[in-house]
């Protein structure tokens, strides 16, 4: 018996996955992931917006999205792709396939994604995402000119939380950014918890941050980033989303592993960009 499907979800084409340990839905479109629960105890660690656009015309709200080459607005010392100026990329809009699959003995799915078309740019990414009791997601970027290149990422995260003002993360003590106010330097909060809107990009990155929320807590891993976003649209911003219930602020978090800083990759390298969610 298969532990995968191809589906249609509301004319989205969807990876299903089910494994003896887990269940997961992948998008491609953008090799997103939307869902993955545990069955340990069978709690949806992902949220995903009940008005999320899923007809291609817009980015997926919710899930995992893979934000490349570029985090935010477009830089200037991105090479090739000059005409696209989207926001957070071109990788969570552009169609992939899955390229490899593999069920080892112990029951982890092991699932690789390859766009469909190549991308304007020497860069050549890869998704690779594994499934037991915990969720690991690989964005690998391999350089593939005879020069170097700048290329920054991110895994956008969309965690689900019981309540936002009822939840808690530990393991984030570097400095922030504050993308609202501009202002660098600001010391993390102690405890660390969401009252208001948040757009922050603390430096350093934390390789390990335990997310907790009413009875439940996750624990999410990173390593190759050097940043770790926290973000949440609070009242206002839910409103301003057409993708989004104007109180999807309650049950949301991002908490995503990033590359935000001048990142070149040597010439034949790769970089290797992964969280874990458990």
Known sequence: MSFYKIENLSGLSVVSVETPHASATISLTGAQVLSFVPKHDHRERLWLSPQAILDGSKPIRGGIPVCWPW?????DDIDGLEADTSSHGVARTAQWQLSAQHQADNGTVSLTFTPENAFETPLVPT?????????????TTLNSANT????????????R??????T?????????????????????????????ETDRVHHGGASRIALFHGTSDTLIESFGGDSTVVWNPWIRGSQALGDMPD???????????????????GAGDEHQLTQVIT
């Open 71 to 75: 985090f935010g607005a477009r830089p």
């Open 127 to 139: 998704i690779h995402i594994s499934i037991r009791q915990a969720l690991r997601i690989t964005l």
């Open 148 to 159: 170097a290149s700048t290329f920054y990422a991110a895994l956008h995260t969309y965690f």
């Open 161 to 166: 939380v019981e309540d936002i003002h009822k």
């Open 168 to 196: 808690a993360l530990r393991g984030i003590e570097q400095p922030y950014f504050d993308k609202l106010t501009g202002t660098n330097s600001n010391q993390a909060p102690s405890p660390y918890i969401i009252t208001a």
């Open 247 to 265: 109180d999807g602020y309650r049950t949301l978090l991002c908490v995503e592993t990033a590359r935000t800083q001048h990142g070149v990759i």
